[in-house]
């Protein structure tokens, strides 16, 4: 029996060797998949909308991620219900039509989210990649702000101070951009530096209303992300026609929806349309030490990589703004001390803001499905 014994221990303590190495591999993974994610729609978006040649229409693109992602999601509960089609059409039909109270609620941060998007395509075709990712992060100071005012929740001092500093290092960067723009926005005259700037901050304070919003809804509801997702989407790809036929509807009829459409723009709308759930899945798997890493990193990433690509220039002042909004994003992340005063909802307050993906529903997605057990 004695023997029996080590040998069920030295099995076990195998055994938990293996899965806490493979758990810290995942975490790695997670933290590469983040990064890349990040980094790379804002790059592609950039890069697709700055080629020569005929432009595709971003309002089209919206709704073609849109459209994507609620396949996507009726997929995912189709394999919830082990592929039985009449369980899931019940299902769709009781939480969308019969229900349909609950699903109205959903119409507000759908607007939001389509006119978002729309929003990011004209900032980052207007301003510097690295420009809008430093920028961007100011959706952390919105999401937090409105935590606190709509959810009741409190921030640590030190969340506070780095809040306080995500607001010094963007307007540093702000004032560095407006004395010395990229070479190509001022060269080129179909873009707009204002325009961008206003554009990728009414997004974060958009980003910020819509994913706390959205958080309140989940919480009073025992419906599935997933059937919430559809919910969203189905709102998100009528609103999104509307615009496309506000916007672009003349230019539509006459060159087709998919007009300008090349494998680089099928990328991005790819990567627009999954990222998010992708992201909502490998952050069950990082913590938020790791989340604000993968921030920081993706900024770095973004700025050398619009060095080489797009001559975008590195002074003093942009070193120490995106320096300060880097440490902001980390600080952020920090887990709160144990003798802290604030509340313990606080922690998903800070959850919300530091795992929101670039691009929405992302945003709402990430913090739901990290606390999903």
């Known amino acids: 029996p004695v023997t029996v014994n080590m040998l069920r221990l030295t099995a076990n303590a195998n055994a938990n060797a293996v ?61 919830q219900k082990r592929c039985n089609v009449k369980q899931t059409a019940l299902l769709l039909l009781d939480a969308v039509v019969f229900q349909y109270k609950d699903t109205l609620k959903l119409a507000i941060p759908s607007l939001i989210y389509t006119l978002q998007n729309n929003l990011q395509y004209i900032a980052i075709s207007n301003l510097p990649a690295a420009t809008f990712q430093v920028t961007y992060q100011l959706k952390i100071l919105t999401t937090a702000l409105f935590s606190v005012l709509m959810l009741r929740k409190s921030l640590s001092r030190v969340q506070w101070v780095s809040l306080l500093l995500l607001f010094s290092g963007v307007a540093v960067v702000q004032v560095q951009q407006e004395g010395k723009k990229e070479a190509s926005v001022l060269e080129t005259s179909n873009q707009n530096y204002v325009a961008g700037l206003v554009a990728v901050v009414i997004s974060c304070m958009s980003s910020g209303f819509a994913g706390v919003y959205f958080e309140k809804i989940l919480k009073g509801s025992s419906a599935s992300v ?44 790819f990567n627009q349309a999954f990222g998010g759930l992708l992201v909502a899945v490998v952050v069950k798997y990082a913590d938020n030490i790791l989340k604000g890493f993968a921030t920081s990193f993706s900024i770095i990433v973004s700025t050398v990589a619009s060095i080489y690509l797009f001559g975008f220039h590195v002074d003093l002042l942009f070193t120490v703004g995106a320096g300060l909004v880097i440490g902001a994003v980390y600080m952020y992340s920090l887990p709160k001390a144990a003798g802290a005063s604030s509340s313990p909802s606080s922690s998903s307050a800070s959850s919300s803001a530091s795992s929101a993906s670039p691009w929405p529903p992302a945003v709402s997605l990430c913090p739901v499905l990290s606390s999903l057990p």
């Open 19 to 79: 899965v806490s190495g493979v758990m810290g591999r995942l975490k790695y993974i997670s933290l590469a998949v983040l990064v890349v994610q990040n980094a790379s729609l804002i790059l592609s978006i950039r890069y697709v909308r700055t080629l020569p040649g005929d432009r595709f229409f971003a309002t089209s693109a919206v709704v073609m991620a849109e459209i994507l992602k609620v396949v996507t999601c009726l997929l995912l509960i189709l394999i």
């Open 226 to 269: 997933w059937v919430r997702n559809v919910q969203l989407g189905i709102f998100g790809t009528v609103l999104g026609m509307l615009g496309l036929w506000w916007n672009d509807g003349a230019a539509v009829a006459e060159r087709g929806f998919l007009f300008g459409y090349t494998g680089m723009v099928w990328c991005v709308i």
